[in-house]
């Protein structure tokens, strides 16, 4: 514990990584852009023998939470090492998982990041429900997705789509997944076009 911080760390010859679990004393402050960047400089500021080149700032989702994963690299001699800070952003937690890497450890870096999960407590009562050839899922409760699946052998470009969309009180869900049979066509303007009229009849709750 450092403080209120709960603070985990795992150390190898070839890279470093430390997560962090706090609670925001201000969850009505909420600027995940903002505060990416500010840590970012922050960490900068405390590792004054070691200067940070930031490479970019990508936005993500884990597990339905915002998250933001920060990329730098900065210089150890002749080599360009690495380092990634992804913070997810909770109502009143945080975690933020941060790792050093040589270039040797890149590879790894990229599957440490890519395997971050959040496991949030949902009520005993409350199902899970699984969307998609992906298996994409969501917690609901009596607002179950009723997903309409489109599947036409003579289009040239997507083999399967499925759509729904569900009201939860004042806020509209939409999920919308395409399966291609090759590889990913241009969006053209008709198929846009097709994306919006489906999201327009669920939000109206009209027959098709």
């Known amino acids: ?17 430390e997560i962090r679990q706090l609670e925001v004393g201000y969850p009505s402050a909420h600027d995940p ?3 990416a960047k ?9 590792s004054a023998n070691q200067k940070f080149e930031l490479q970019g700032i990508d936005k993500l989702l884990i ?10 690299t900065w210089k150890n ?7 990634q800070i992804l913070t997810i952003y909770g109502y009143e937690t945080q975690w ?7 270039k ?5 870096m990229e599957r440490v990041m890519q395997s971050v999960r959040v496991r949030v407590p949902f009520p005993a009562t409350a199902v899970r429900q699984s969307f998609g050839t992906l298996g994409a899922s969501f917690i609901v409760g009596d607002k179950r997705l009723e997903p309409k699946v489109t599947q036409n052998a003579a289009d040239q470009d997507f083999a399967r789509e499925e759509s ?19 590889q990913a066509p241009p969006i053209v303007d008709a198929r846009g076009q097709t994306y919006i009229d489906g999201f327009l009849r669920g939000l109206s709750k009209q027959p098709d």
């Open 33 to 35: 852009d903002f505060s």
């Open 164 to 182: 729904a969309t569900a009201q939860i009180d004042n806020t509209i869900l939409a999920v919308y997944e395409i399966v291609f049979k090759n």
């Open 1 to 17: 514990m450092m403080g209120s911080v709960q603070v985990y760390s795992s150390d190898t010859p070839l890279a470093m990584t």
């Open 63 to 72: 597990d339905g939470l915002e998250a933001r994963l920060v990329r730098a």
């Open 77 to 83: 001699g002749s080599s360009t090492n690495k380092r």
């Open 38 to 46: 500010q840590y970012f400089e922050m960490q900068q500021a405390l």
């Open 96 to 102: 933020i998982i941060d790792m050093l890497a040589s």
């Open 104 to 108: 040797e450890t890149d590879l790894y």
